[in-house]
Structure formats: structure tokens, C-alpha cells
């Protein structure tokens, strides 16, 4: 971090986003600062980003969020290689989050 940064951090305190990600971030927490707590938003592993996994992936159907923002709770419906894994949703079930979970490149469509 630059000294700038640093700097500005110490005279107006860290923003509550950057207090957010401070770690790595539990999908829930990650979630939150978008809009609609980020349901509809298609999550993927950051282990599976840049392998032959890019096309399996969990879309966001509920998130609740504990209060402090601390942890929280996320369902959804899987896709595998594209297809539904399953017909409804469930629980995604993180663990302890050894793995961060960030948003899925989507390849932009040629016109």
C-alpha cells in the first residue's frame, strides 16, 4: 500500500469497504456491497478461475447477512459445465473459506 494511502487511512479512518475485505472475504461479506446483496450475480471458486471449470458455477438466488457484516448466509443453484445441477436451491455451503469466491468472467459476446 502506498504511503499516500497510508497516509489518508490514519486521518479519516479505513472505508467500511476496504474494513470489508480486510482477509479474504467470506462470500456473504463479498456479496453485500453489491446491489441486491448480489443475487443474480454468477459466483465461481477463485481455485477454478483460468481452468477447465470456468464453465461450472453458482448463481445467487437469497443471501442473509449476520448483523456486522461479519458472516452470513448464501443459497443457490449450481451449473455444471453450463447445465443445472440441481432443480431448486440450496444452501452453499462455504466452510471456513480456505477459497475466496469472486464474480465469473463472463466472455464479452462478438458483435
Known sequence: MSAVVREIYRKHGTPPVAKIFTGHPLLAQMLNVFKGRGVGREVIP????????????????KVEVAKGLKSGRVWGTQYWHGKPASKSNHRI?????????RDLPRPKCLP
Open 46 to 61: 477463485a481455485a477454478w478461475v483460468g481452468t477447465a471449470r470456468n464453465d461450472c458455477y453458482v448463481v445467487v438466488s
Open 93 to 101: 455451503r462455504t466452510g471456513s473459506m480456505t477459497w475466496t469466491v
